[in-house]
T-cell receptor, first 112, second 112 residues
Framework: QKEVEQDPGPLSVPEGAIVSLNCTYS??????FMWYRQYSRKGPELLMY????GNKEDGRFTAQVDKSSKYISLFIRDSQPSDSATYLC????????????FGKGTHLIIQP | DVKVTQSSRYLVKRTGEKVFLECVQD?????MFWYRQDPGLGLRLIYF???????EKGDIPEGYSVSREKKERFSLILESASTNQTSMYLCASRQGQSPKAFFGQGTRLTVV
């Protein structure tokens, strides 16, 4: 079983829709949960991070973490064509210099 | 804003060549990372460094080496490039135990 599972998509939704992106994971040591956005042929850009379980909101973006289910989500409200990108979840146990563990990314398309 | 700069956006090299990929960060981060990103495989950690002259193997170090002579600079070396090293290479940096990793724009390497 891979450590982090993420549906690669593509996920195509109309402009203005609410988008839900999800990841599941198996390593209960993960304490930090990140979402990155990556445009085509660019490096990933950090959108949000959350420590442990709970919700975090930033503008149109809401991140949720449910550690009991080992499930994390990113919601995008009022989606825009400029939100079209690949979204990567990433996780980190904390306390060391190790790299992050990434999902493979979900390719999101917002149709105008 | 943190800036992570990779020396080249696109590179084409011949099989057997020695290839250097350079990365510089401007935020005095202790930790630096090299990932490669391939379709269907996501981001995979090659090597990381938590201090000058220190390095640790990631998940896929075979065929690669690294050098960190200065805190701001982390180099990835392909000793003898092979076609299966054609990929997008991403450098990242992170401060101490913070989970927030910042990425460069990526280097698309093609080995022919």
């Amino acid at each position: 079983q891979k450590e982090v599972e993420q549906d690669p998509g593509p996920l195509s939704v109309p402009e203005g829709a609410i988008v839900s992106l999800n990841c599941t994971y198996s390593n209960s040591a993960f304490q930090y949960f990140m979402w990155y956005r990556q445009y085509s042929r660019k490096g990933p850009e950090l959108l949000m991070y959350t420590y442990s379980s709970g919700n975090k909101e930033d503008g149109r973006f809401t991140a949720q973490v449910d550690k009991s289910s080992k499930y994390i989500s990113l919601f995008i409200r009022d989606s825009q064509p400029s939100d079209s990108a690949t979204y990567l979840c990433a996780m980190y146990p904390g306390g060391g210099a190790d790299g992050l563990t990434f999902g493979k990314g979900t390719h999101l398309i917002i149709q105008p | 804003d943190v800036k992570v700069t990779q020396s080249s956006r696109y590179l084409v090299k011949r099989t057997g060549e020695k290839v250097f990929l350079e990365c510089v960060q401007d935020m005095d981060h202790e930790n630096m990372f090299w990932y490669r990103q391939d379709p269907g495989l996501g981001l995979r950690l090659i090597y990381f460094s938590y201090d000058v002259k220190m390095k640790e193997k990631g998940d896929i170090p075979e065929g690669y080496s690294v050098s960190r002579e200065k805190k701001e600079r982390f180099s990835l070396i392909l000793e003898s490039a092979s076609t299966n090293q054609t990929s997008m290479y991403l450098c990242a940096s992170r401060q101490g135990q913070s989970p927030k990793a910042f990425f460069g724009q990526g280097t698309r390497l093609t080995v022919v």
